[in-house]
């Protein structure tokens, strides 16, 4: 039987660095540089970030990363699933635990960037009820990007 955990760890592991070349490249392949908005392993490990990671029988297959923004909401990255752990619902189980995360910070709202060639990503995102938005932060509207929001708790008025 395949077990499969999602726990929040220190991104700085190798088989987290293989996962992020393997997002990179896949990235790289669908879009131009400049469409690409990723954040290094540095980010990563900042305090106001949570980084998850899925396990299949304790190997890594996944990551996730909910990034505060400091100003009540926060944004999903580097959000990833190994092509060989596809099929094992992981991307939702990382998105159940980011957005638990996100309840726990009461945050008012998670946003995300994503591609539009990503049709599984903007599929799963939207059946978790993210809704399309203007670009936000220092995203620049681009051709080639979605920008989508999710409120996930009320802020007293």
Partial sequence: MTVVTIAEEHPRQP????????????????????????????TLGRPTVSFFVARRDGDIVGCCALVEA???????????????????QIGKRLLTALEAKADKLGLSAIRLETGI???EAIGLYKTFGYVERTPFGSYQADPLSLFMEKKVAQVAE
């Fill in 15 to 42: 088989a987290i660095i293989r996962l992020l070349e393997l997002s990179d490249a896949y990235a790289a392949s669908l879009y131009p540089a400049e469409s690409n908005h990723l954040v290094d392993i540095s």
């Fill in 70 to 88: 400091g100003d009540g909401t926060a944004e999903i990255k580097r959000m990833f699933v190994d092509p060989e752990a596809r099929g094992l």
């Fill in 117 to 119: 060639y990503q049709p």
